[in-house]
């Protein structure tokens, strides 16, 4: 079936030390996003590529970037995790114009900060 | 600031018994989403509405998409255990392909 794959499922990381998140999809779709989802609260929109341009959203922190290779791969970098880093990450996907417009989720990491 | 105000918060109710979530915005949206999220994993779409007043069954859920495609309700019929998780509403803000969230509302179906 076609999906949105995240991996790791769940990191485990050091305060300060670099982590990378990765997503893929077999949609082939044009947008995607990374959204961070701390307990019991809205995702909050951290940017999105579409196509190969990056939107990122006007209180994303610098300490998060990310990079699109290509249509398929996405990847969370978090330079300098710190202990209000530790949330869900989740990577989404959609297609305007191809469809209704509809976001797919992935199934999130959990990312832990010691 | 768009914003997504969904109500109530939290529910528990009893298995059998029915509900109504409401997500209501003072904005317009091209499109709205329903999810459902359980406890480490990502929200499960279960719905889309485009049309101002569309009405979508899904078995025992019913979405509702209002005429000004402002606001939006999902309505569970006999809710069962299984019903249980974390709801979220998303509008999707026009010609951004960006969407906004709304607040959750919580629920627990109680055997």
């Known amino acids: 079936d076609a999906m949105v794959i995240q991996n790791p499922r769940y990191q485990v990381t050091q305060f300060g030390k670099p982590v990378t998140l990765s997503c893929s999809q077999t949609?082939?779709?044009?947008?995607m996003y990374w959204y961070q989802q701390k307990s019991s609260q809205a995702p909050k929109l951290l940017f999105h590529?579409?196509?190969?341009?990056?939107?990122n959203e006007a209180d994303t922190p610098d300490n998060f970037q990310s990079r699109r290779p290509n249509t398929s791969f996405c990847f969370l970098d978090i330079r300098s995790p710190g202990l209000g880093d530790a949330a869900m990450y989740l990577c989404?996907?959609?297609?305007?114009?191809?469809?209704?417009?509809?976001?797919?989720f992935g199934p999130g990491t959990r990312l832990t900060v010691l | 600031t768009q914003l997504l105000e969904q109500s109530p918060q939290f529910l528990s109710i009893q298995e059998g018994e029915n509900l109504t979530v409401y997500c209501n915005s003072s904005?317009?949206?091209?499109?709205l989403q329903w999810y459902r999220q359980e406890p480490g994993e990502g929200p499960v779409l279960l719905v889309t509405?485009?049309?101002?007043?569309e009405v979508k069954k899904l078995k025992r859920l019913t979405f509702q998409f209002g005429d000004a495609r402002k606001d939006s309700s999902l309505h569970i019929t006999a809710a069962q255990p299984g019903d249980t998780g974390l709801y979220l509403c998303?509008?999707?803000?026009?010609?951004?392909?960006?969407?906004?969230f709304g607040t959750g509302t919580r629920l627990k179906v109680l055997a």
């Open positions: 989404a996907t959609s297609s305007p114009g191809r469809e209704t417009d509809t976001q797919y």
């Open positions: 949609l082939n779709h044009n947008v």
């Open positions: 590529y579409y196509d190969k341009d990056f939107n």
């Open positions: 904005s317009v949206f091209s499109s």
């Open positions: 509405v485009v049309t101002g007043g």
């Open positions: 998303a509008g999707e803000r026009t010609g951004t392909y960006k969407y906004i």
